[in-house]
């Protein structure tokens, strides 16, 4: 009896398959989701956003870099405390006839000065920042513009963090795909 014959191997290494399947293209880091936002200026030109930073006196900040932005009206309670005392003052001395009346208008006038003063107060603009301290800044004015601001500022930075997560996923999502169809290649077996 005679052994089996086995089919002859070509001499030389075994030819890898010509055809791989073509790799998905490559997809947008961020894709377009709204149109260009346009970029908000306050009034007096200290802060400045826009659709990927915030400026603040001349400081940058990435929205990535930034989790919100948050606005307090603070009184000035020194100069709101003083001119509450004095106008006290000044009248409780006028009622007990230990001042004249043109003293103490006088007194009266400039105690509600310094308490209008005192209430103005300032905006505290914190930023709260990724693995940081937060930072603080202090704008005058009306405390209603700045809290559009900071609303504004927030709904940004919320979209950011939206886009880079949506695109992140896509990414991980196509690499995870590419390796899966090489895989697939390398446990197919090959035709001789």
Do not use: C
């Not at 791989?20 to 961020?30: G, M, Q, R, Y």
């Amino acid at each position: 009896m005679s052994a089996p014959q086995t089919p002859e191997l070509p001499a030389g290494p075994t030819p890898a398959p010509s055809s791989f399947p073509p790799l998905p293209p490559p997809t947008p880091l961020v894709e377009p989701s709204s149109p260009p936002q346009p970029t908000l200026r306050s009034e007096n030109g200290r802060l400045e956003l826009n659709a990927d930073s915030l400026t603040i006196n001349g400081q940058r900040y990435s929205l990535l870099e930034l989790e919100g932005v948050e606005v307090h009206p603070v009184r000035w309670l020194l100069w709101f405390m003083l001119g509450g005392l004095v106008l006290a003052g000044f009248t409780l001395a006028f009622l007990q006839n230990w001042l004249r009346t043109m003293p103490a208008m006088f007194g009266m006038a400039l105690g509600a000065l310094i308490l209008a003063y005192g209430n103005r107060g300032a905006n505290r603009l914190r930023l709260y920042r990724l693995g940081r301290e937060a930072a603080y800044f202090s704008f005058s004015g009306d405390s209603e513009p700045w809290l559009k601001l900071a609303a504004e500022a927030n709904r940004r930075i919320r979209q950011r963090h939206d886009e880079a997560a949506a695109a992140a996923a896509a990414l991980l999502q196509a690499e995870l795909d590419a390796a899966q169809a090489s895989t697939d290649l390398t446990d197919s077996p090959i035709p001789f």
